[in-house]
């Protein structure tokens, strides 16, 4: 089974960077397409990161220009690198893994808190 692992969530200043890591186990790393999401107290969870079959990262206008998705498939991994950041960036962030044959199967991480706050 698809597991999700998630890392690198914490406190940090506005203007600020940090980047969040998810570790892909349980094979076929290369068939899903990976994005990331986050939700804020009383919030819609929101997409804000998505990558595709073929690689092509996109994003929501409100991260647009300060995050970048990227993966590496070597290590099964993908990151999200966040700069300039924002209070309103807090939020529990998640990654998800979207099975290419059928996107309805997609598999969560646990989350990890990242607040922006001075």
């Known amino acids: 089974q698809v597991q999700l692992v998630e890392s690198g969530g914490g406190l940090v200043q506005p203007g600020g960077s940090l980047r969040l890591s998810c570790a892909f186990t349980g094979g076929g790393f290369s068939v899903y397409d990976m994005a990331w999401y986050r939700q804020a107290p009383g919030k819609q969870r929101e997409l804000v990161a998505y990558?595709?079959?073929?690689?092509?990262?996109s994003y929501a206008d409100s991260v647009k220009g300060r995050f970048t998705i990227n993966r590496d498939n070597a290590k099964n991994t993908v990151y999200l690198q966040m700069n300039s950041l924002k209070a309103e960036d807090t939020a529990v962030y998640y990654c998800?893994?979207?099975?290419?044959?059928?996107?309805?199967?997609?598999?969560w991480g646990q989350g990890t808190q990242v607040t922006v706050s001075s």
């Open positions: 998800n893994a979207i099975w290419r044959a059928d996107l309805n199967t997609n598999f």
């Open positions: 990558m595709d079959n073929f690689e092509r990262p």
